[in-house]
């Protein structure tokens, strides 16, 4: 089981969310830890619906993964940092904002919304702010089952809802409910808890909604960059690969957005060496020497393993696969040495002279390399891949750079995977671009299936209904 590696919005302040989501992406990230604030989506503007979409439509298109944050400081009241929360006497405005998350999520398709409980007023007695975080999560939770969206619970160092003891006892006293689990950021295991954010990590398993990513030091709840805490990464990663994590692990750097896309680098970069030593050695090498990725690419399989990013998708059809993964970093890394018309010849090498898990790694790269430069030959690809009978090829190439496919030829490869048995979970925004014309193909498919005494795929009904 691999992690999915994601990093903060909170942590690119200083940039539009479109530029930071792109340079999030471009680093090598599987996806975005997104803080809902009055510069990155704002949940109370009225043009909300149409922003959502937006976003949804770049993530998609950066085939990135998100879980939405909720940590934003002055977006409810601006002269009073986080206030109100949960805590609060006047929570109110607290539980509507996370039932707006909520539903932006829900239309995010991301799944999962994070948040933390506040800090108990000075004269609030301990049982009363107890009340005022079940009362209000009972508000959020229903709306939540509805969506489809799990809530992430994080114990915060000085909050009411410190340690990961204090959020499981908020989650027993609410009878445990399937929707709510917990956020852990693994420095706050260092500044406050007994434990090792590795064996919380352990102890958590299933009930971890998602996880961020940063040092700290004992007694202190400051993030910082990994190496000038106490973290010890690599049994961390670990850890969450030992328990099958399928959530997003982000990085968690708030307070250096003045310099995000150097911090950010460097971090992915400390990600990678302490979980496969022999992928952080080889980006270097290509950045140094953009010729070495003939020899490196087809060698990732054998350093950093093949099996697949999620466990219930054993061929990697729809999440890709770890070797996948790598060879998208090797092929970002050569990006940023070489020009579109050069990146876009070797791509196309190394796609036709390779094996066909070579071939799926410069596919599924393709939506990270989006250039205009390089959208000609990525669709040649594209188009080479939906002729093959390899079910990984055909997945791999309806992936979110897809999207440039013409009308006629996109349908005809959502067709080709009902006949091929691929899941269309692994055709990217498939409910953005249904429309007539493909519910009547696979209508005529599932007649002819039944005419011929044979079973309907689920995934063809599915289309025909939406």
């Known amino acids: 089981m691999s992690v999915l590696l994601g990093y903060g919005t909170n942590g690119f302040a200083n940039h539009r969310l479109t530029d930071a989501l792109r340079v999030i992406a471009d680093l090598g990230y599987d996806g975005a830890a997104l803080t809902l604030d009055h510069h990155h989506l704002d949940p109370f503007t009225d043009d909300l619906a149409e922003r959502v979409r937006a976003v949804r439509s770049e993530l998609t298109g950066l085939d990135l993964s998100v879980v939405v944050e909720t940590g934003a400081r002055y977006l409810l009241d601006p002269k009073r940092k986080h206030h109100p ?3 609060s006497d006047d929570a109110g405005r607290r539980v509507d904002f996370l039932r707006r998350a909520v539903r932006i999520a829900a239309e995010l398709r991301c799944g999962a919304v994070s948040f933390w409980s506040g800090v108990r007023p000075a004269d609030t007695d301990p ?8 009362d209000g999560l009972a508000e959020v939770l229903p709306e939540a089952e509805r969506a489809g969206v799990v ?9 009411f809802v410190e340690t990961v003891a204090d959020a499981l006892e908020v989650r027993a006293r609410l009878g445990a409910p399937a929707n709510l689990g917990i956020t852990l950021d693994v420095g706050h295991c260092v500044a406050v808890e007994r434990e090792s ?16 990513l940063d040092d700290m030091r004992p007694g202190v709840h400051e993030h910082l960059e990994f190496g000038e805490g106490l973290l010890d990464l690599p049994a961390t990663m670990a850890a969450l690969g030992e328990v099958g994590f399928a959530g997003l692990a982000a ?23 302490s979980r496969h030593p022999w992928l952080a050695d080889a980006v270097d090498s290509v950045r140094r020497d953009p010729g070495r990725i003939a ?39 050569l990006a940023e040495v070489l020009s579109p018309e050069e990146l876009a010849t070797e791509v196309t090498a190394l796609y036709r002279y390779g094996d066909d898990a070579e071939r799926r790694g410069a596919l599924r790269a393709l939506s990270r390399l989006d250039r205009p430069e390089i959208r000609a030959s990525g669709l ?19 992936g979110p750079f897809a999207r440039h496919l013409d009308d006629h030829e996109w349908r005809h490869g959502v067709l080709k995977c009902l006949f091929t048995g691929v899941p269309l979970a692994a055709v990217a925004d498939l409910p953005g671009r249904c429309d007539a014309e493909l519910r009547r193909m696979v209508a ?10 044979r079973e309907v795929p689920t995934d063809a009904n599915a289309i025909l209904e939406c």
């Open 127 to 134: 049982e009363v702010a107890s009340r005022r975080v079940l």
């Open 251 to 273: 990085v968690e750097l708030p307070r250096h957005s003045h310099a995000a896309p150097q911090v950010a680098r460097r971090a992915i970069a400390a990600v990678r060496r």
């Open 85 to 87: 929360t949960l805590v």
């Open 197 to 212: 954010a590795a064996d919380l990590v352990r102890q958590l398993g299933e009930l971890l909604v998602h996880v961020q």
């Open 444 to 453: 005529d498919f599932a007649a002819e299936r039944r005419a011929a005494g």
């Open 295 to 333: 020899s490196l690419f087809p060698a990732v399989g054998r350093h950093v393993g093949r099996e697949p990013i999620r466990p219930d998708d054993p061929l990697g059809l729809v999440g890709g696969t770890v070797d996948d993964r790598a060879r998208t970093g090797l092929l970002l890394a």
């Open 380 to 398: 040649e690809l594209v188009r080479d891949a939906l002729r093959a009978n390899d079910v990984r090829l055909v997945a791999a190439a309806l």
């Open 151 to 159: 809530l992430g619970l994080e114990p915060e160092p000085g909050m």
